[in-house]
């Protein structure tokens, strides 16, 4: 039997608990987790590039406010040696395969005007020299040898070991070294100051300690801050309830070791919420204690909840699909995730390119949990949960169906959206 962690958050509840019996309120907050009526898109796919990144975005501002959208996350800002920006070399040089320093700067604006915040893409588990292996500039290193993990397939690494998962395409970053820390500090200090960002989403965060997450984030104190923890999912695919719980315990010790400084996108709840969705597996969403599955189940507020990004999902004109949702239940899959804790992130394709349905489905939703006051923290009470449907209330205040299945809140709730095997009421 798994030994499932006490989590900060149940801590600082009991304490609240406590308070408030004696009459004092204490909130419960998270560090760098927004407002908690966040919503975010994922602003770009694997090909935005070849369509002008920075210009779409700016061309879309509109839309994205209309929408509701409050973050917009950007891809890799700096030149790179890959197409979409993951092999980054010159951290300050901002004119990339996306547009050009000026275009960036004029969607970040964009976006600033209307009160959107724009979210860096930062990628400092590894990094690729200017002309060779490893010879870093604008910025370069006191060392850059002494700045690359001795255990990094160059070779010529003088770092320490590495404090993560390695990662062969880049020189892997030793973040014990002071200088390593110094730069990063800098340059992300300069993004939010000079460039407009208000937070961050940390690129492949398995590769090196959560605690420089925390350290990052408290010198550059970010509106926002996710990190991509994808833990493996080990024994049987097909798993579900308590034998999930070690995938969405990785989460939880990801966020434990930023200090609670960082929320974690929801793996688990994309895996279990996938396997339902396509096999008709309702029950699979519920877990033993009657709560959410995956990681909004334990610690909502840090929790980032998705159906697709540019690793897992289609994007025009091809893309990775490592593991995509299956396109014919993102009606579901957003009905799900749009209404519940945690802090939803809509990906772009499925909002800009995958038909008007769709987008009015999500902007439908997005209208819906604003208007009902659902935040990354809200009361969830699962009403059915079986091999055809599942159905939950949130906040008191809305009712949620997915799947084939009947059922309804009961005549005091109104409609207020369906479609394909999917509806929504409100009070």
């Known amino acids: 039997m798994m030994r499932i962690r006490m989590r900060n958050w149940l801590l600082t509840l009991g304490l609240s608990f406590v308070l408030l019996c004696l009459g004092i309120v204490m909130?419960?907050?998270?560090?760098?987790?927004?407002?908690?009526?966040?919503?975010?898109?994922q602003g770009f796919h694997w090909n935005s590039w070849q369509y002008g990144t920075w210009n779409s975005i700016t061309n879309h501002a509109n839309d994205i406010d209309n929408a509701g959208f409050t973050?917009?996350?950007?891809?890799?800002?700096?030149?790179?040696?890959?197409?979409?920006?993951?092999?980054p070399n010159q951290w300050?040089?901002?004119?990339?395969?996306?547009g050009s320093e000026s275009e960036l700067r004029a969607a970040v604006s964009a976006l600033n005007n209307k009160g959107i915040k724009a979210i860096a893409d930062i990628v400092i588990n590894h990094r690729v020299g200017t002309t060779d292996w490893a010879d870093f500039s604008n910025p370069a290193f006191d060392d850059n040898s002494d700045a690359v993990t001795s255990d990094d397939e160059w070779g010529y690494g003088t770092g320490n070991y590495d404090t993560g998962d390695g990662y062969s395409a880049g020189r892997d970053l030793d973040h014990t070294y002071y200088d390593v820390q110094t730069e990063i500090q800098y340059w992300m200090n300069w993004l939010k100051s000079d460039v407009g960002f208000k937070g961050w989403r940390y690129d492949y965060v398995k590769g090196y300690s959560g605690y420089y997450n925390g350290l990052y984030n408290d010198s550059t104190t970010p509106y926002f801050s996710v990190g991509e923890f994808w833990p493996d999912i080990t024994g049987d695919y097909y798993?579900?309830?308590?034998?999930?719980?070690?995938?969405?315990?990785?989460?939880?010790?990801?966020?434990?070791?930023?200090?609670?400084?960082?929320?974690?996108?929801?793996?688990?709840?994309?895996w279990q919420l996938m396997l339902a969705t396509s096999r008709s597996e309702y029950w699979r969403l519920q877990d033993s204690s009657g709560g959410p599955i995956g990681a909004i189940g334990w610690w909502p507020q840090m929790s980032v909840t998705f159906l697709d990004n540019h690793d897992t999902g289609p994007s025009p004109n091809g893309g990775q699909e490592h593991w995509p949702f299956e396109s014919s239940h993102l009606g579901k899959g957003y009905a799900y995730i749009l209404t519940h804790p945690g802090t939803p992130c809509v990906y772009w394709p499925h909002y800009f390119d995958w038909g008007s349905d769709l987008q009015n489905t999500i902007k439908t939703l997005i209208?819906?949990?604003?208007?009902?006051?659902?935040?990354?923290?809200?009361?969830?009470?699962?009403?059915?949960?079986?091999?055809?449907?599942?159905?939950?209330?949130?906040?008191?205040?809305l009712a949620v169906k997915i799947g084939p299945g009947n059922w309804s809140p009961g005549s005091a709730w109104n409609l207020r959206a369906s479609g394909n095997e999917w509806a929504v009421w409100t009070q």
């Not at 973050?71 to 092999?87: E, I, N, R």
Request: proline share 3%.
């Open 27 to 41: 909130p419960v907050e998270a560090a760098y987790s927004g407002s908690g009526s966040d919503i975010m898109l």
């Open 92 to 98: 300050y040089n901002l004119n990339s395969n996306h």
């Open 367 to 397: 209208s819906l949990r604003k208007e009902k006051g659902i935040t990354s923290t809200s009361s969830v009470s699962i009403q059915a949960a079986d091999s055809s449907k599942y159905a939950a209330i949130v906040n008191n205040s």
């Open 71 to 87: 973050m917009v996350w950007f891809p890799p800002a700096s030149a790179a040696t890959d197409d979409c920006g993951y092999l």
């Open 239 to 270: 798993a579900s309830g308590d034998n999930v719980n070690y995938h969405r315990q990785k989460l939880m010790d990801w966020i434990d070791a930023t200090g609670g400084k960082s929320t974690a996108f929801d793996f688990t709840t994309k």
